[in-house]
T-cell receptor, first 114, second 112 residues
Framework: KAGVTQTPRYLIKTRGQQVTLSCSPISGHRSVSWYQQTPGQGLQFLFEYFSETQRNKGNFPGRFSGRQFSNSRSEMNVSTLELGDSALYLC?????????????FGPGTRLTVT | GEDVEQSLFLSVREGDSSVINCTYTDSSSTYLYWYKQEPGAGLQLLTYIFSNMDMKQDQRLTVLLNKKDKHLSLRIADTQTGDSAIYFCAETLPGNTGKLIFGQGTTLQVKP
C-alpha cells in the first residue's frame, strides 16, 4: 500500500497571502489529522476529519481551516499568513476501525513565510 | 491537563541499549505511542501500548508502562547508528478523536 502523501513538499509564501496544503491518506483510511511542527512549540494538533466532517479541533485561530473530500483526501488552508506560521505541516491517516488511533504520517509540507 | 514530558537528549555507544523516558499527566490516557523522526522526514510509528498493559516487546524495542507513576519508557536493544533520530512519545485521551498529544521529543545520538 502506498503511504500518506502530501503536496507540495516545500512552499514559500509572503505574509498576508493564503496557502492550501493537500494530503492523500493511505487507501482505506477514513480519518485524517493535521499537525503543525515548530522548534518552539513542538507538535501541535490542528484538526481531524472523518467522513468529510471535522470531528475534532485544536487551539488554532480561525485562519486555519480544512476540509475532507468523499475520497478521504484532505486539504488545509491558512489565510492571511503570518511569519509565525512557518512550520512543518504534517498530516496523518488512520482507519478509525477501533480506538487505537494508530496514525501514519506523511513526509510533511515545509512552509516558509517571508 | 494534557502534558507529556521527555528528556531532550540521550547519547549512547553503538551496540549499547538505549532507554528513552516519558511522563504524562492524564491518568485517563488510552493508548501511548512511540514515534521516530529522522531529519527532513515525517513521523514513523514504532510501537504503541494500551493503557492496561505493562509491557510490550517488538524485536529490538521494549515498551514499559508504569501507570501508577504515569511513566513510559522505550528500550532499544543493540542500538545502531541508524537509530539516531528524534523519538516522540504521544498519548490519546478518551473522546478526543484523532488527536495525539506529543512530548517535545528526545534526540538520540548513537556514537560509533
Amino acid at each position: 500500500k502506498a503511504g500518506v502523501t502530501q503536496t507540495p513538499r516545500y512552499l514559500i509564501k509572503t505574509r498576508g497571502q493564503q496557502v492550501t496544503l493537500s494530503c492523500s491518506p493511505i487507501s482505506g483510511h477514513r480519518s485524517v489529522s493535521w499537525y503543525q511542527q515548530t522548534p518552539g512549540q513542538g507538535l501541535q494538533f490542528l484538526f481531524e476529519y472523518f467522513s468529510e466532517t471535522q470531528r475534532n479541533k485544536g487551539n488554532f485561530p480561525g485562519r486555519f481551516s480544512g476540509r475532507q473530500f468523499s475520497n478521504s483526501r484532505s486539504e488545509m488552508n491558512v489565510s492571511t499568513l503570518e511569519l509565525g506560521d512557518s512550520a512543518l505541516y504534517l498530516c496523518a491517516s488512520s482507519t478509525d476501525a477501533g480506538v487505537s488511533y494508530e496514525q501514519y504520517f506523511g513526509p510533511g509540507t515545509r512552509l516558509t513565510v517571508t | 491537563g494534557e502534558d507529556v514530558e521527555q528528556s531532550l537528549f540521550l547519547s549512547v555507544r553503538e551496540g549499547d541499549s538505549s532507554v528513552i523516558n516519558c511522563t504524562y499527566t492524564d491518568s485517563s490516557s488510552t493508548y501511548l505511542y512511540w514515534y521516530k523522526q529522522e531529519p527532513g522526514a515525517g513521523l514513523q510509528l514504532l510501537t504503541y501500548i494500551f493503557s492496561n498493559m505493562d509491557m510490550k516487546q517488538d524485536q529490538r524495542l521494549t515498551v514499559l508502562l508504569n501507570k501508577k507513576d504515569k511513566h513510559l519508557s522505550l528500550r532499544i536493544a543493540d542500538t545502531q547508528t541508524g537509530d539516531s533520530a528524534i523519538y516522540f512519545c504521544a498519548e490519546t485521551l478518551p473522546g478526543n478523536t484523532g488527536k495525539l498529544i506529543f512530548g517535545q521529543g528526545t534526540t538520540l545520538q548513537v556514537k560509533p
